[in-house]
T-cell receptor, first 113, second 119 residues
């Protein structure tokens, strides 16, 4: 079964800390992987999309890496700010029939001032 | 550029009642998705349209859920009759058409969602 796992479910850090959010997936046959941000009561905002052939993507203070062979991705947030507080979801587009975007449960991040 | 629009934002109904949600995708996006997100879970795809045709509805509970996209633009998702376990946020997303499956999906853009509470 193709699954995406994000552990821990919640994380609290002081402002200014560099942090890493982890995502693991069960099948290395993927098209791509996306990281999303979700604020309370809001929809999802796409942060970074990494194609299967890529190893990382960067946007501002965010860097996402992809290691297909080990079934892992990390989202690195540099110099965290209170405004980064949100839920971060990892989603994988597995290959195969009826392929669809499969989401993890998310990591709820709280950055303390 | 306007984003994905959804209405209503909130809805409270009693079990066994019916409810409908509306979505207007980003202009030019041929692919439209409906997701269900239960509290504490990631979104789960219910149905995917490409233009006005259904691409994937394998996870749609067809005995009570239905969806349509008649003119290939906006879409409605209906639940009839609703159950307590249908309480969730219903998210609509859109993307450009996927021309080559080898490229996987194009980036999906999500609307704000409709929070449904069934009592």
């Amino acid at each position: 079964k193709q699954e995406v796992t994000q552990i821990p479910a919640a994380l609290s850090v002081p402002e200014g800390e560099n942090l890493v959010l982890n995502c693991s997936f069960t099948d290395s046959a993927i098209y791509n992987l996306q990281w999303f941000r979700q604020d309370p009561g809001k929809g999802l905002t796409s942060l970074l999309l990494i194609q299967s052939s890529q190893r990382e993507q960067t946007s501002g203070r965010l860097n996402a890496s992809l290691d297909k062979s080990s079934g892992r991705s990390t989202l690195y947030i540099a110099a965290s700010q209170p405004g980064d507080s949100a839920t971060y979801l990892c989603a994988v587009f597995f290959t195969g029939a009826n392929s669809k975007l499969t989401f993890g449960k998310g990591i709820t991040l709280s950055v303390r001032p | 550029e306007a984003g994905v629009a959804q209405s209503p934002r909130y809805k409270i109904i009693e079990k066994r009642q019916s409810v409908a949600f509306w979505c207007n995708p980003i202009s030019g996006h041929a692919t439209l998705y409906w997701y269900q997100q239960i509290l504490g879970q990631g979104p789960k795809l219910l149905i995917q349209f490409q233009n006005n045709g259904v691409v994937d509805d394998s996870q749609l509970p067809k005995d009570r859920f239905s969806a349509e996209r008649l003119k290939g633009v906006d879409s409605t998702l209906k639940i009839q009759p609703a159950k307590l376990e249908d309480s969730a946020v219903y998210l609509c997303a859109s993307s450009l058409v996927r021309r080559d499956r080898l490229l996987g999906n194009y980036e999906q853009y999500f609307g704000p969602g409709t929070r449904l509470t069934v009592t």
